[in-house]
């Protein structure tokens, strides 16, 4: 530890850099996380608070600590107090790092698994990187798995790199290449840190594993290093304060609490304070202010100076929005100006809403932030929005809901059994996962199965049709013949007559449809012998179709589908239906594939 002060000379002018953790699941985010926080872990209970704040400070002491040996080639003067980490990892809350427009998190770390390279998540997690411009590393995770590697534990990476064969080296260059061309794909011009001479423009890889520690004083000293070279004017310390709340929980006996991250200026005891919720602003005091490396003492500290994590008791706080702003009312603020750019704030964050979208699903998010993160993908894959809500749903939500699309996107929050039964009953279906992507994937399934739904019922489904000579009744207007079909038929179905070399014919739409031994009419018949009145078209002179002579009982009779890619069928087929239903369709549609070929 001494030794590694050597290294330290703080500079009070700036505050330690926010550190976010991204990346898909399994990366090793949480590993990682666990590494750098090492030791630093929230221990003791303040409170009955037995919950880790929702950031932790890895102070500069500990990292210099653990980057003695690495930073003995390299000599680097620490400056800055510490590394704020935001202790859940994941794209959430790094959305909920929100500030109006732009990110809190200064230096965020990608965690990419070496062996599996980018992933849905991963990908996602690199265009939020870059819609908010947020620097970042990579940390290329799990080396010690490549085959044949020994491990050196704790040890800086090219230390680790030294004593591996040649044919580790190759392999573990091989699988980073692969991940290198990857991250090209995404416009990451990504290189390892220890050849990277631009980490403006190319972030740098750092390769880790959070098993066995190595690469992880590399990622210790590159975060600090980056922060005082890149962002010292980012990491300035001002007097303003800059308060965001990241999480908002309700605690048994002791009320609500807000977990925020102060980035600048302080906060104390007794401040009266403005907070924004769904339903507008909301004024209260701060009772108590805990923090993490002072978590023994229930009555908590006195003052808090950015940046760092904290936990604040507060009264009336519980319907705070996560991702938004706390302010402090001085005896100089005009509260009144302050609400209104208070409430304003949350009208800019959910405004693409009020843009005239009618109809469309209804979402519920855990937070703002994440409201946020999942409207812009929603935006993005071109899936059209009709309210909103933020926290676990409730009756109104449900009643939302059953306007426009019928459908709830639920993300990262609990509907209750009561409130589910009453979206069935009322035809809502009820999407809810915790990964963005599969709520938008679940989305478009079930707006796929609706679509086939709705073509069922208006008749356009496969089948082929026989003409059956015998059952001849009438040749034209309306022509009324006697058919086998094969398949799903309906009253109102379009149909043609395939036509090698030439423009199909359209011989009419179904008008009615009977058994032969029985005059009571049936709106749809399937895999039957059955009469069938067939409306043909006109054209001006009059000419209209007539059996016999456009057509015959050797021609075979389809549904006219109204759009040459039929994807609802094609859905239908791959994922819905019996066995027997599966294999029927697909007989049809190696049918339909050749006549939609042909349109
Ligand atoms: P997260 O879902 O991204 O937070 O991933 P976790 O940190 O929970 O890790 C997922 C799994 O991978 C766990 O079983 C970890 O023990 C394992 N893991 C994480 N990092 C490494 C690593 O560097 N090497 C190896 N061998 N396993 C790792």
């Not at 704790?154 to 040649?166: A, G």
């Not at 609500?256 to 005091?285: H, Q």
Request: proline share 4%; net charge positive.
């Amino acid at each position: 530890r001494k030794e590694g002060n050597t290294y330290v000379k703080l500079d009070s002018s700036l505050r330690s850099p926010v550190c976010c953790v991204l990346g898909h699941v399994d990366a090793g985010k949480t590993s990682i996380l666990d590494r750098i926080r090492r030791s630093r872990v929230a221990a003791g209970e303040a409170g009955g608070i037995t919950q880790q704040i929702a950031a932790t400070l890895v102070s500069i002491e500990d990292i210099a600590a653990e980057t003695v040996s690495i930073n003995r080639s390299h000599n680097f003067t620490l400056k800055i107090p510490g590394i704020l980490v935001i202790d859940t990892p994941g794209h959430e809350s790094f959305s909920n790092l929100r500030t109006r427009g732009s990110t809190l998190c200064d230096v965020a770390i990608l965690v990419v698994d070496i062996h599996s390279g980018l992933q849905m998540q991963t990908i996602e997690s690199i265009k939020l990187l870059q819609s908010k411009r947020a620097p970042f590393v990579i940390a290329l995770n799990k080396v010690d798995r490549v085959y044949g590697w020994k491990s050196v534990t704790n040890s800086p990476f090219k230390d680790s790199l030294k004593v591996q064969t040649e044919e580790v080296v190759q392999e573990f260059e091989k699988k980073m290449e692969a991940v290198i061309a990857e991250l090209a794909m995404q416009q990451v011009n990504a290189v390892p840190y220890y050849k990277n001479k631009d980490f403006r423009k190319c972030p740098a890889i750092v390769p880790t594993s959070a098993v066995t520690g190595e690469g992880i004083p590399d990622l210790l000293l590159l975060l600090p290093l980056l922060s005082q070279k890149f962002l010292s004017d980012r990491i300035t310390k001002r007097d303003a304060v800059e308060c965001n709340v990241l999480e908002v929980k309700v605690q048994d006996g002791v009320g609500s609490t807000l977990d925020v991250l102060l980035l600048n200026g302080s906060l104390n005891r007794g401040d009266k304070i403005m907070l924004c919720t769904l339903n507008g602003a909301v004024t209260t005091k701060i009772q108590t202010i805990l923090e993490s490396s002072n978590m023994k003492s229930a009555s908590g500290v006195q003052r808090i100076e950015g940046a760092i994590g904290a936990r604040l008791i507060c009264k009336g706080a519980e319907k705070t929005l996560a991702g938004t702003e706390l302010h402090v009312i001085g005896p100089k603020t005009n509260e009144v100006e302050l609400k209104k750019k208070v409430e304003a704030e949350l009208e800019t964050a959910t405004s693409y809403l009020s843009s005239g979208s009618n109809g469309g699903v209804h979402v519920q998010a855990s937070s703002l932030g994440s409201l946020e993160a999942l409207l812009d993908f929603l935006k993005a894959s071109d899936i059209p929005v009709g309210s909103i809500g933020i926290g676990d749903p409730n009756k109104k939500d449900v009643m939302k809901s059953s306007n426009g699309y019928k459908c709830m996107l639920l993300f990262d929050v609990h509907i209750s059994n009561p409130l589910r039964k009453m979206a069935e009953d009322s035809g809502v279906t009820i999407i809810a996962a915790d990964v963005i992507y599969h709520l938008c994937d679940e989305f478009r399934r079930l707006m796929r199965t609706r679509q086939m739904t709705g073509e069922v019922q208006r008749g356009i489904y496969p089948f082929i049709a026989t003409v059956m000579e015998e059952y001849v009744m009438k040749k034209a207007d309306p022509i009324i013949i006697g058919m086998h079909v094969e398949g799903y038929l309906r009253v109102g179905a379009p149909l043609v007559v395939p036509r090698q070399g030439q423009a199909w014919l359209d011989i009419g739409t179904v008008g009615a449809i009977r058994r032969l031994d029985s005059p009571a009419p049936m709106t749809s018949v399937q895999d039957e012998l059955v009469l069938i009145k067939i409306v043909p078209p006109k054209d001006k002179t009059g000419r209209t179709v007539i059996f016999g002579r456009d057509f015959t009982a050797l021609d075979q009779i389809y549904p006219k589908l109204k759009s040459p890619n039929d994807i609802a069928t094609k859905a239908r087929m791959q994922n819905l239906g019996t066995k027997e239903e599966k294999a029927w369709l697909r007989k049809f549609m190696k049918v339909y594939g050749f006549l939609v070929k042909e349109e």
